[in-house]
């Protein structure tokens, strides 16, 4: 049991230096962005639009994406729901804010896949719901062509020009890094990602797994040649949801084996959980990820901030060639 406590405690100690050099890199001051008359429907396109020091009177996004971008998203913005929500749901939603608000300047993202947990929405579609709003007009930003060619699009449409080569300078600089970081052959890890979710007011926490196929595995596993571990902890009863299920209590870790354990969300839900865990079952402190310490609170990647995919790779590089 002592030995346990001790490979525990480590464990801990790993997650907690890895969350704070992950606050770290969101602590440097941002100037305010300038808010303009019009509304944004894109994730990406809200990405650079904020990069280029601007924001929406009204946006559609896909918030949950961005848990370090949200709470000053919805001071800076009204946000009206992702774009499954006002395309599918509620399609009156855009058009009406927009005639409350004198609005009549939509932009839009175009994309070749806008999200992989809703295949069928498209932010375009919002242009067939505001055809009723008194003198539209809709402009949009092609993602198909690449993120530097986006930016200056976007920057043009803001007139924003002059930040353009900064942002696109920064971009590619940082992509080169990412792509000289790439080990040839991959690093053949077997990786296992926990989503937690921590409830300030009752103490209780949630988890779901990533499964395979969703955005970690094509953003960031695949490139790093690892593997996703978590369908070997995925029964057939078990119901996936915008790309994970629930943990329940990490039943079947045993089985995944893990080589390394990503905790995305809520570092501390996911800790609490393994501790419990491995107090049922002092055995799992046998699970290469455990033993050799292996566990780290690291950033989820949804294919959102696509200018700060490079800084996130770079995480998740760092910590899986350890």
């Known amino acids: 049991m002592r030995k346990i406590r001790i490979l525990f405690t480590a ?15 969101y602590a440097t001051p941002a100037k305010k962005p300038d808010q303009i008359k019009a509304v944004m429907v894109g994730d990406r396109l809200v990405d650079v639009s904020l990069q280029l020091g ?54 839009l993202e175009k994309s070749m896949k806008f999200c992989l947990y809703k295949k069928n929405v498209n932010p375009v579609s919002v242009a067939d719901l505001v055809k009723d709003v008194p003198g539209v007009t809709i402009e ?5 062509k690449g ?25 590619k600089a940082d992509m080169k890094k990412v792509e000289a970081s790439l080990a040839k052959g991959g690093l053949g890890k077997r990786v296992l990602v926990i989503n937690g979710n921590y409830s300030t007011s ?38 996936i949801s915008k790309g994970h299920v629930s943990a329940g209590r990490l039943g079947g870790i045993e089985k995944a084996n893990p080589d390394v354990i990503v905790a995305t969300g809520n570092g501390f839900a996911v800790q609490l959980a393994l501790h419990k865990a491995m107090k049922k079952n002092p055995a799992l402190a046998n699970i290469p990820a455990i033993k050799n310490g292996a566990v780290y609170s690291l950033p989820f990647y949804g294919d959102s901030s696509v200018l700060e995919y490079p800084q996130i790779f770079r995480q998740w590089s760092i910590a899986l060639k350890k």
């Open 11 to 25: 464990l801990c100690l790993c997650c907690l230096s890895a969350f704070f050099c992950l606050t770290g890199a």
């Open 54 to 107: 601007v924001v929406p009177e009204g946006m559609s996004v896909r918030l949950s994406m961005w848990p370090d971008k949200a709470p000053a998203l919805r001071l800076a913005t009204q946000v009206l729901g992702c774009p499954n929500y006002v395309t599918k749901k509620h399609p009156e939603t855009i058009a009406d804010f927009m005639k409350e608000r004198g609005i009549k300047r939509l932009i």
């Open 140 to 144: 949009y930003v092609d993602f198909s």
């Open 147 to 171: 993120i530097p060619a986006a930016v200056r699009e976007t920057a043009a449409l803001l007139g924003r020009q002059d930040k353009a080569d900064k942002v696109i300078g920064k971009y």
């Open 202 to 239: 009752s103490g209780k926490t949630f988890l779901r797994i990533e499964a395979p196929g969703g955005y970690t595995d094509q953003y960031i596993l695949g490139p790093l040649g690892c593997t996703n571990v978590a369908g070997e902890m995925i029964t057939e009863t078990m119901k």
